[in-house]
């Protein structure tokens, strides 16, 4: 089994940063990858960013590319999403995803963001 905690959210005006954190505990040596996935109100869940848990390779869906960056500490078990140059359609709830060797999938319970002058 695998725990997520995220944290990081918040309310901030558009052009402004976050920076969104995700804990995890467990059964951490079976976690291959973690990813951060979002849902707006009314809409499906969607991927955001991805990174490799030992060779670092990170992804990131077209909408965020050049504003989000996601890195991983592994000495602290935690991976870190920075959101940069933030917009209104940002705003959603942000959700931890870690994804082990046999492909079970762990989630977090979410942190929202809010982007609004």
């Known amino acids: 089994q695998v725990q997520l905690v995220e944290s990081g959210g918040g309310l901030v005006q558009p052009g402004g940063s976050l920076r969104l954190s995700c804990a995890a505990s467990?059964?951490?040596?079976?976690?291959?990858?973690m990813a951060w996935y979002r849902q707006a109100p009314g809409k499906q869940r969607e991927f955001v960013a991805t990174?490799?848990?030992?060779?670092?390779?990170?992804a990131y869906a077209d909408s965020v590319k050049g504003r989000f960056t996601t890195s991983i500490d592994n000495a602290k078990n935690t991976v870190y999403l920075q959101m940069n140059s933030l917009k209104p359609e940002d705003t959603a709830d942000y959700y931890c995803?870690?994804?082990?060797?046999?492909?079970?999938?762990?989630w977090g319970q979410g942190t929202q963001v809010s982007v609004s002058s």
């Open positions: 467990g059964s951490i040596s079976s976690i291959v990858a």
């Open positions: 990174i490799h848990k030992s060779s670092y390779t990170s």
């Open positions: 995803n870690a994804r082990t060797e046999k492909s079970v999938n762990y």
